[in-house]
């Protein structure tokens, strides 16, 4: 079954980059998407991934996926104040339901 | 183009009671789905709606019900309500087939 797994929390500085890490579990074909939700809100697709790319740019945010680990990662460079949110990764099988299986969320804290 | 709408956005109901949340999906959207969101337990998939038939289900009692109207518009309805049930419940509207999920701003349910 699936099952993706992130650490809770993440602080970093203004200016520093973030990185906000994922494991995954299921091991066929798949999207792996980052969704930002920020307080208040509903979450807001930020990106995805297909399983044969090795890495997404967009803008300040760079994925990384390394399929042999089932792990996957989003960078976000030059962090600012409006970065802060909690950070879902989520990832669904293309052919079968599409429902995405999220994570437990990151909460990314950014201060000056 | 509209995102997606969900009401209301507040709502108090004391144990016992039953609650109905309703969501539009952004126009062309035929896929909805509802989420519900705690502190404890992250995001729980609840059920997916499309073309007015309930295609997938989450691990939710009976207590938790949807339909979907002809016009992709769709309800939630909680019966016997419990103090557990307080959260945010999430709808998200998709295009047909894919993970790609739009997510409404919620309903934050407190049960007394």
């Known amino acids: 079954g699936e099952d993706v797994e992130q650490s809770l929390f993440l602080s970093v500085r203004e200016g520093d980059s973030s990185v906000i890490n994922c494991t995954y579990t299921?091991?066929?074909?798949?999207?792996l998407y980052w969704y930002k939700q920020e307080p208040g809100a509903g979450l807001q697709l930020l990106t995805y991934?297909?399983?044969?790319?090795d890495m997404k740019q967009d803008q300040r945010l760079t994925v990384l996926l390394n399929k042999k680990d089932k792990h996957l990662s989003l960078r976000i460079a030059d962090t600012q104040t409006g970065d802060s949110a909690i950070y879902f990764c989520?990832?669904?099988?293309?052919?079968?339901?599409?429902?995405?299986?999220f994570g437990r969320g990151t909460s990314l804290i950014v201060h000056p | 183009k509209a995102g997606v709408t969900q009401t209301p956005r507040y709502l108090i109901k004391t144990r016992g009671q039953q609650v109905t949340l309703s969501c539009s999906p952004i126009?062309?959207?035929?896929?909805v789905s509802w989420y519900q969101q705690t502190p404890g337990q992250g995001l729980q998939f609840l059920f997916e709606?499309?073309?007015?038939?309930?295609?997938n289900k989450g691990n939710f009692p009976g207590r938790f019900s949807g339909r979907q109207f002809s016009n992709s518009r769709s309800e939630m309805n909680v019966s016997t309500l419990e103090l557990g049930d307080s959260a945010l419940y999430l709808c998200?509207?998709?295009?047909?087939?894919?993970?790609?999920?739009?997510f409404g701003e919620g309903s934050r349910l407190t049960v007394l």
């Open positions: 998200a509207s998709s295009p047909e087939n894919t993970g790609e999920l739009f």
């Open positions: 299921d091991s066929s074909s798949t999207y």
């Open positions: 991934i297909f399983s044969n790319m």
């Open positions: 989520a990832e669904s099988i293309p052919g079968g339901s599409y429902i995405p299986t």
């Open positions: 126009s062309g959207h035929r896929s």
């Open positions: 709606y499309f073309s007015e038939t309930q295609r």
